[in-house]
């Protein structure tokens, strides 16, 4: 079954553009990446499929429910967390957690327990005195612990120190075995690459392209690092040069006969050949480059 559904998605704001005929399916049990800078339309997109704002044309499901007639029954079954979230300041974090579980009728105290313990969250301090990493964590606990769905996550790991992020990670893995389904938005292409089995990048509102993170990867370009030379060969279908100390590297999308004759009559001590990470992807459909 699709978790997530849209076909042509468009808002706009009067004459400024938030996201332009996006045409995306996220499977259930997934756990996707939605990749973009600040202001590519990510959060427009996370609202709308959520039925919070109504979009200028074209459809969203969730689960099969149209998310602006079925928006009470979508948000059930969701777990979200904003970009930012704000709280009362006077409360106990306990109590914004018992508020939230109580909105959805629900008894979550035992879980919301668990999630503050793996977090290192202290649920009997008030939110005025507050990190804005531990007030990160209890929009997590919120978004967790009623166990929903789905899980629409907006920029979650912004503020969390690095064991954190881990555990948070750990947590939404269990999750997704689970049968749960992740849909996280994200600028952090290193935690995409590792915790994302689809991704989707977007740009100015449009959506570039959509495919498992391996095969997003697999562009027909190399990274090559070349060790005891300054400066690379001379052959068609090298870019990116990048040099330093007594080492150059590049990507390459040429024929490998070329790189190997080429790279043979150099005094090389040693070389690498690898695929280009997710952010070198992402960078060359932002430049607008063939990889």
Known sequence: MRAISTEGLTKYYGKHRGIIDVNLTVEEGDFFGFIGPNGAGKSTMIRTLLGLIAPSGGSAEVFG??????????????????????????????????????????????????????????????????????RKKVGIVCALQHRPRLYVLDEPTSGLDPLVQREFYAILAERCREGATVFLSSHVLSEVQRYCRHAAIIRDGR????????????????????????????????R??????????????????????????????DFTVAEPDLEEVFMHYYSGEEM
């Open 240 to 269: 990116d040069v990048k040099t330093g100390g007594e080492a150059v590297s590049f990507l390459y999308n040429g024929a490998p006969g070329g790189l190997l004759q080429a790279v043979a009559a150099l005094p090389l001590t």
């Open 65 to 134: 429910k149209n998310a602006g007639k079925k928006k009470i029954e979508i948000l059930a079954e969701v777990g979200y967390l904003p970009s930012e979230a704000a709280f009362y300041n006077g409360l106990k974090v306990r109590d914004i957690l018992r508020f939230s579980a109580d909105f959805r009728k629900q008894d979550c105290h035992a879980e919301a327990e668990r999630l503050c313990e793996r977090l290192g969250l202290d649920p009997s301090r008030k939110i005025r005195e507050l990190s804005l990493g531990n």
């Open 207 to 238: 959506l570039l392209v959509c495919d498992s993170v391996e095969n997003l990867g697999h562009t027909g370009a190399k990274r090559v690092t070349l060790y005891g030379v300054s400066r690379a060969p001379l052959l068609e279908g090298i």
